[in-house]
């Protein structure tokens, strides 16, 4: 059974920094992805960061060279280091948990943690 349990958000200054985790368990490395998505009021969930089982990182545009996304097995957590931080970055940030589909080198996310909000202002 998948777990995912965020922490680490918060209210930040614009150009700020934090950093979010995500205790995940039940899940296997070599075969799931994982990933951050974030929901603002309105507007439809949004795929930020992924990490796939081969270690290939993915960044959303929007974040692309201000967010990284990293994982400490030890720890089965996975972070979401975020910089120079945008009054638009504020939402609800998820980790999501799912499966790497091989043929079409796509994740299928189908655990979803229960959130952390995160507001710049």
């Known amino acids: 059974h998948v777990q995912l349990v965020e922490s680490g958000g918060g209210s930040v200054q614009a150009g700020g920094s934090l950093r979010l985790s995500c205790a995940a368990s039940?899940?296997?490395?070599?075969?799931?992805?994982l990933g951050w998505f974030r929901q603002a009021p309105g507007t439809k969930r949004e795929g930020i960061a992924e990490?796939?089982?081969?270690?290939?990182?993915i960044y959303a545009d929007s974040v692309k060279g201000r967010f990284t996304v990293s994982k400490e097995n030890a720890k089965a957590t996975l972070y979401l280091q975020m910089n120079s931080l945008k009054p638009e970055d504020t939402a609800m940030y998820y980790c999501?948990?799912?499966?790497?589909?091989?043929?079409?080198?796509?994740?299928?996310?189908?655990?979803w943690g229960q959130g952390t909000q995160v507001t710049v202002s």
């Open positions: 039940g899940y296997s490395d070599s075969t799931y992805c």
């Open positions: 990490l796939d089982p081969h270690g290939k990182k």
């Open positions: 999501a948990a799912g499966r790497y589909v091989t043929d079409y080198d796509v994740c299928e996310y189908m655990y």
